[in-house]
Every structure is written in C-alpha cells, then in structure tokens.
C-alpha cells in the first residue's frame, strides 16, 4: 500500500471498518509509515495515527505530555463538537486527574467488584444453559449483552427497570445509525447520570456512584455533569468492550476448532486465555489523547494542541512485538497485550471485563461439547467500537 493509499483511507468515517479489514490496513501502515498525519476532512480537524505496538505504549506512558481531557472517543472528538461524549473524564488536569483516579479506584473497591464479580459465572451459567435449548441463536443478544451490562448495572445499583432502557443509550451511543442518532444516545445517559447522582448526593449508599457524587477532588465536589459523564465512562467501558470481546471469542473459537478443543479439554489456563482472547478481540480500535506540549513520537514532531490517535488494533498485531499475530493462541505467553489500555489510563473495568470473560470461557468448556457459526456476523458500524453487533451460532452440549 502506497502512501497515497495510507492517506486516503478516512479514519474518521464509521463505515471504514465495515468496508476494509482494519488488521490488514495497519500491517500496510507499519511496514510503510508507522506515524503519520491523518489530514482534517469536512470539518473535523487533523490527527496523529500512531500504528507500532512500541510507539503505542511510549503513547501511553507519556501522561505528561499527551493528556486525555479532550475524550477518548474519536469519533466524537473528531466532530469538533462539545457534547457529553467529547467532554468525558473532563477534570484531567494531571492533578485533579489524579485525584480522580483514586476517587473512581476507591469506588471500585476490592469488595465492591467481589461481589459483583461473583454473579457473573452464574448469569453467564443460565444463559448459556438457555441458549444450548436452542437449534440456532445471535450470541450476540441472546448472551453476550446481557452479562455485562447486568454487571455494571449491579456495580453502580442501576434499578432494573431501568437497565433496558441504558442497554439501548449504550448500544447507540458508539453504534447508532448516524451521528445524531449517537448523540441523542449519549445524551440521554448523560442527562439520566445526573438525575441519578443528584438523588445519590442527596441520598448517599455504598454504591459507585455515590461514592462518586459525594467524594472531593482537590477539596471540592464534582458538579452533577461530571459524576454523570465518568458513569458515562464506565458504563460504555463496562457494557460495550465486554460485549464486543464476547462475541469475537465465541466466534474465534468457532474458526480455531483445535484451540477450542484445547479448552474444552481443559488443556492450559483459563487466566491466560482470557489475555490471549481480549488481544484478538481489541474492542476499542483506538484511543486518543491531545499534546500537552511539544513530543516526538517515532521520530514525528507532534506539536502542543495536536490530536494524538493510538491504534490499539494496530499494535495488537505488531509482528515486532507478537509472534504470528494473526494465529489465535490460547497459550500464547507472555502477551502484553494493549487491548485494555496501559499505564496511567488503564482500563479501570480491565477487572470486570476479565472475569466476564474467565466466566465465559470456564462455562463454555464445561457445558459445550461443540460450537458452530451458522451464517454471517454483522460487523458493528463503528470506528470506535471493534466487533460484531450480531453472530448466528448453534451449541451442542456436552
């Protein structure tokens, strides 16, 4: 792929990815400009495409100089807009930053995520057995999106006669028919955050979100919108990644049947299967950071105020960095996998996404005998979001 080729690809276009293989783009990118400059189109300003898995990671870890208070959501941040989306986890000076981070980390306490930690194996359990019942079913909805977002509602205390209603905002929040529609979507979580944590603030428990409502952040408050846009954060973190990383195991297993029958045969760790099916998952192609100052990245000059992408797909499959990226290997070890984030903006769900997904794959090997894709999955709208909104399949147990 030419350089000409490279540029011409529109990143910020949500059909990309359902018209081109995002794996085989970014091998093209590596092998010819690692770090380039993706220029600005119909309003929306240019932005840094970071591909290497080596120059991913310096991304990462430099907090100082690329900092996240503009969003990580690109297609959001890309619109030039203002909206909830494009303004999540918006006290990220680095010190309020920090002290935001320690406040959500004391909200998702060790006790906290135990005991939600312990419904997932039976939620997932009873889905599965009702699914096996069935000749032919979406994974997709029949499993896949019930689990985490059952989770996450557990660990802020969502009412369940609220939960479909967020289940449809989080799906259209990243995957809406068009950018209104998204939008209207986050909106509609946002503006329910805040309802709810005015209620907390007013009504304190020993849930997430009042711990969130009522904590300080250098001696003050938050104000209502940003409690209301971290719950944002940790619902679309908690629901959507975990969904999409669901999917793209079962249907992994499905196209790997000696990988699958190694883990129903329970040869090797279910610990390190787990790492080896969220880095072929990648449920979030990138993330994005804004330069704080002046920094070289592979030897680009990237300038204060510029928009720095970090394409987690890209670097999840850097033949520098992994061996036969492209074979699913559920033994694979080491696997520093980026799929989660790294470093100071590491995934703060990385604990519930992995013991939905040790659910899964335990459940799975000790019920299914077989399992079979029975047509085409619909890849998800998105150039945010990696994955499939629907997967066909049939379960033959055990």
Request: glycine fraction near 8%; charge should be negative; charged fraction near 25%.
């Amino acid at each position: 792929m030419s350089r000409t080729a490279v540029a011409s690809l529109d990143l910020t276009d949500s059909r990309t990815f359902m018209e081109h293989d995002p794996v085989a783009f970014f091998a093209e990118v590596r092998a010819s400009e690692p770090v380039y400059w993706h220029a600005a189109s119909d309003g929306r300003p240019g932005f840094w495409v970071v591909a290497g898995y080596a120059d991913v990671v310096s991304c990462y870890g430099a907090s100082g100089a690329l900092a996240s208070g503009r969003g990580t959501v690109l297609d959001v941040l890309l619109r030039g807009d203002d909206s909830a989306g494009g303004r999540m986890l918006a006290v990220t000076d680095r010190p309020r930053h920090r002290e935001l981070r320690a406040l959500m980390w004391r909200a998702l306490s060790p006790k906290a995520l135990d005991t939600v930690a312990a419904k997932v194996e039976q939620r997932t359990a009873a889905l599965i057995e009702h699914a096996v019942g069935l000749e032919s079913f979406d994974f997709a909805t029949e499993v896949a999106e019930h689990v985490p977002m059952s989770t996450i509602c557990d660990l802020l205390s969502i009412p369940e006669a609220d939960r479909p209603e967020l289940l449809r905002w989080s799906k259209g929040a990243l995957t809406g028919a068009d950018e209104l529609d998204s939008l209207e979507a986050r909106n509609e979580l946002v503006l329910y955050f805040m309802d709810l944590a005015k209620w907390r603030r007013a009504n304190p428990g020993d849930d997430v979100i009042s711990t969130i409502a009522t904590g300080l952040i250098q001696g003050e408050l938050l104000s209502l919108e940003e409690v209301a846009l971290n719950c944002y954060s940790l619902i679309i973190g908690g629901d959507e990644s975990s969904r999409v990383s669901a999917v793209s195991t079962v249907k992994a297993l499905a196209e790997h049947p000696a990988q699958w029958r190694a883990l129903r045969d329970g040869r090797g760790d279910l610990d390190t299967a787990v790492e080896e099916a969220l880095r072929w998952a990648t449920p979030s192609f990138h993330f994005a950071r804004t330069a704080a100052r002046d920094h070289v990245i592979g030897g680009r000059q990237m300038r204060a105020g510029d928009i720095v992408s970090m394409w987690n797909i890209s670097a999840n499959n850097d033949e520098q960095a992994f061996s036969n990226p492209r074979r699913f290997d559920l033994f694979r070890s080491p696997n520093k996998h980026v799929a989660l984030g790294h470093g100071p903006h590491y995934c703060l769900g990385a604990f519930l996404g992995r013991a939905e997904l040790h659910a899964l794959l335990g459940v799975l090997a000790a019920t299914i005998r077989d399992l079979e894709v029975t047509g085409p999955p619909t890849r998800i709208r998105s150039n945010f979001l990696n994955g499939y909104s629907s997967l066909p399949v049939h379960f033959l147990p055990r």
